[in-house]
């Protein structure tokens, strides 16, 4: 069974503070991805990675950052935290092919105060 | 619980009776289907998947069907149980990239 977790479950932080999630996959996928989830927007995809040391910008990059020096693991920044940041964070890995089938983990929402 | 998905079309359907929940996808190139279902305070879970060279594929109590002609991908799900609540949403392969849709919410009466 593929297994993707992120470090938190519930994160509170205030505004202006540097905030860090944390991802880690055990399948040796290739792609992982960052999400934030909305109501009534659905999933919207935030960075994506393709390999070690690799990042692209996805729909709506603006106020994050990404890091991957690790294949099993990628870090979403966020650099200085604002309330329009609250939201549920989804990390995703899939195999090889950009197409291929994502698998999440349980999510992380962030509540910035 | 989760606020996720607030403001989706909801799907009420009798505990025992069968679910279908619909979606339409916009590239008619697309290849890949997938179905997920996200309950509250998780993250989607992968349930089945589908390639268009096919039309049908059946899983454990479910069964997602593809019209290409019309673009439309529906899940069925047999049986509905109290454990089948939760949001489900489909997500397609277009321009190299993973689309997901914004999902529908299942609704399991009594």
């Known amino acids: 069974d593929v297994k993707v977790t992120q470090s938190s479950r519930y994160l509170v932080k205030r505004t202006g503070e540097k905030v860090f999630l944390e991802c880690v996959q055990d399948?040796?996928?290739?792609?992982m991805f960052w999400y934030r989830q909305d109501p009534g927007l659905g999933l919207r995809l935030i960075y994506f990675?393709?390999?070690?040391?690799?990042?692209e910008k996805g729909d709506i990059p603006e106020g994050y950052s990404v890091s991957r020096e690790k294949k099993e693991r990628f870090s979403l920044i966020l650099e200085s935290a604002s309330t329009n940041q609250t939201s549920m964070y989804l990390c995703?890995?899939?195999?090889?092919?950009?197409?291929?089938?994502?698998?999440f983990g349980p999510g992380t929402r962030l509540t910035v105060l | 619980g989760e606020s996720v998905g607030l403001h989706l079309p909801t799907l009420s359907v009798q505990e025992g009776d069968n679910s279908i929940i619909n979606c339409a996808y916009s590239n008619s190139a697309s290849d890949y289907f997938i179905w997920y279902k996200q309950e509250s305070g998780k993250g989607p879970q992968f349930i089945i998947d589908i390639r268009s060279n096919m039309d049908k594929r059946q899983g454990q109590r479910v069964t997602v069907l593809l019209n290409k002609t019309v673009k439309h991908l529906s899940l069925q799900i047999a049986a509905t149980q109290p454990g089948d609540s939760a949001v489900y949403f489909c997500a397609e392969n277009r321009d190299d990239k993973i689309i997901f849709g914004k999902g529908t919410r299942l609704h399991i009466l009594p």
């Open positions: 990675s393709y390999d070690v040391k690799m990042k």
């Open positions: 399948m040796d996928h290739e792609n």
């Open positions: 995703a890995s899939s195999f090889l092919e950009s197409t291929d089938t994502q698998y």
